[in-house]
C-alpha cells in the first residue's frame, strides 16, 4: 500500500480510501466491522462516511466498529454534511445553525473527540460564504474538526473558499471529493489542474460509475435483473448511455490484454492519474473490498494507457456525473431562482 500526502497537508493516507455509503442499507453491521477491519489490516488508513448515509446510520456501524477494533487514532476519518437529515427547513444547508449541530450529532455517532477531515458534502448556495467558513473556523479552533474539505463543489467556489482562508485566515480547503472515473473524465478540464495548483487533495468518488464499468452490462445484451441499470433506457438515461455502452466493448480488450477485468482495470487506472490522491472504493461485500484491494500493484504501460486515452479521451465523458453533480446547480440557481437552493 502506497501513502500520499493529502492535499499540501503534512497528513499521508492510503492510496485507496474506504467508502462507506452502502452501510447500513445493502451492507448489515457485522459485514460492515469485517469489511474495515479487513482494510485496516490491509493497509487502509482512510476512511469516508456521511451524516446523510441511512441518516447516521454509515457513522454509527463505522464508530463502533473503530471503538471495538481500538484502532481510531490509526485512522485519517472523513465525514460530510449539508445534504438533508431530516424534513424541517433547518435539517440541511451550510449554515452556522446546521453545521453546529451536524457536527456534534456525528462526533456522537462515530464515538470521537474529533472529525479529521470534514467535508461541505454539496454546495449551499444559498448561505453566505464568509458565514460558513467562519462557523467552520470555529469548529477548528474547538477541535472539533481538524481539516476542511469539499465535496462536488465547482471550481469557481473552491476558489472563492480560498479567497477566504487567504482573507480573512478561515480554514483551508484541503481536499475536494468530484465524481471521475473512466465514464467521467470531465474534472481533467479544469478542476484537476485547479487542485494541483492550490495543494488540493483529489478524493475521488464512483470508480465503476455505479456499475457501468463493472462488465456486467454489455452491448447488445440483455440487461441483467436485479441491478441498478436493469430498467435503464439509453436513449434517455445520461448516465447509462450507447457511448457508455460501447466504451465498455473498447475498454475489455484492454484488460483482458492484462489478464485482468474490467472492474480491476478501472480501480487501477484512478490509482496512477495525475493530482489524484486517491479513490474512493465503496464495498457492499467483503469480496468486493478483496478485489479492490488486488488493483493497488497493477501498472500500465504507455501504450496502455495511450489505448484507454483513444477510447476515453481526456477530458470527455459519455456519461454525466461531474457537470450534473456540480454546474447543473449553478444553472439552475439562475434559471430557476425561485428555488436556488444547491443541496439535496
Given at each position: 500500500?502506497?501513502y500520499?500526502?493529502?492535499g499540501?497537508t503534512?497528513t499521508r493516507v492510503?492510496q ?6 452502502n452501510f447500513?442499507?445493502?451492507?448489515d453491521?457485522?459485514?460492515?466491522k469485517q469489511?474495515?477491519n479487513?482494510?485496516?489490516?490491509a493497509g ?7 451524516d ?5 446510520v454509515?457513522e454509527?456501524?463505522t464508530g463502533?466498529?473503530?471503538?471495538e477494533?481500538?484502532k481510531r ?8 454534511a449539508?445534504?438533508g437529515?431530516?424534513d424541517?427547513?433547518n ?5 452556522r445553525?446546521?453545521?453546529s449541530?451536524a457536527?456534534?450529532n456525528?462526533?456522537k455517532?462515530?464515538?470521537t ?6 467535508y ?6 444559498t448561505?453566505p ?5 467562519d462557523?467552520?473556523?470555529i469548529l ?5 474538526i ?6 462536488k463543489?465547482p471550481v469557481p467556489l473552491?476558489m472563492?473558499g480560498l479567497a477566504?482562508?487567504?482573507k480573512?485566515?478561515?480554514p ?10 473512466l465514464?467521467d ?8 489542474w485547479?487542485c494541483m495548483?492550490?495543494g ?8 465503476l460509475?455505479?456499475?457501468?464499468l ?8 440483455p440487461l441483467?435483473e436485479?441491478?441498478r441499470?436493469?430498467?435503464a433506457?439509453?436513449d434517455?438515461n445520461?448516465r447509462?448511455?450507447h457511448?457508455?455502452l460501447?466504451?465498455?466493448?473498447k475498454?475489455?480488450?484492454?484488460a ?5 477485468d474490467?472492474?480491476a482495470?478501472?480501480h487501477a487506472?484512478?490509482q496512477?492519474?495525475?493530482g489524484i490522491?486517491c479513490?474512493?472504493?465503496?464495498p ?7 478485489a ?5 500493484d497493477?501498472t500500465?504501460?504507455?501504450?496502455e494507457l495511450?489505448a ?6 481526456p477530458g470527455?465523458?459519455?456519461?454525466d456525473?461531474?457537470?450534473?453533480n ?5 444553472v439552475?440557481?439562475i434559471n430557476?431562482?425561485?428555488n436556488?437552493t444547491?443541496?439535496?
Open positions: 500500500m502506497e500520499r500526502q493529502l499540501r503534512g492510503s485507496l480510501c474506504l467508502g462507506t455509503m447500513g442499507s445493502v451492507t453491521e457485522p459485514t460492515a469489511i474495515i479487513e482494510a485496516l489490516d487502509i488508513n482512510f476512511i469516508d462516511t456521511a446523510c448515509y441511512q441518516r447516521g454509515s454509527e456501524f463502533r466498529a473503530l471503538r477494533n481500538g487514532d490509526d485512522v485519517v476519518l472523513a465525514t460530510k449539508v445534504a437529515m431530516g424541517g427547513q435539517d440541511r444547508g451550510a449554515s445553525y446546521h453545521l449541530r457536527v456534534e456525528s462526533l455517532r462515530l464515538q473527540e474529533r472529525i479529521d477531515l470534514f461541505l458534502h454539496v454546495v449551499d448556495i448561505t460564504m464568509d458565514e460558513i467558513f462557523q467552520l473556523d477548528v479552533k474547538q477541535g472539533k481538524l481539516y476542511v474539505g469539499t465535496s463543489w473552491i472563492e477566504m482562508h487567504e480573512y485566515g478561515c483551508r480547503i484541503v481536499a475536494e471529493q468530484p465524481p471521475y472515473q465514464c473524465r470531465g474534472i481533467e478540464m479544469e478542476l484537476v485547479t495548483r492550490h488540493i487533495g483529489l478524493v475521488t468518488w464512483g470508480p460509475a455505479y456499475g457501468l463493472s462488465g456486467m452490462y454489455r452491448k447488445g445484451q441483467p436485479g441491478h441499470w436493469s430498467s433506457d439509453p434517455s445520461k447509462f448511455t457511448e457508455a460501447e466504451l465498455v466493448e475498454l475489455i480488450p484492454i483482458e490484454s492484462k489478464n485482468i474490467l472492474p482495470l478501472a487506472w484512478l496512477h492519474r495525475p490522491t479513490p474512493i472504493v465503496g457492499r461485500t467483503i469480496e468486493h473490498l478483496r479492490a484491494l488486488a488493483t493497488v497493477i500500465f504501460t504507455q501504450d495511450d484507454i486515452d483513444e477510447a476515453i479521451p470527455t465523458w459519455v456519461s456525473f461531474y457537470f450534473g456540480t454546474y447543473a446547480h449553478m439552475r440557481s430557476h431562482p425561485e436556488p444547491g443541496y439535496y
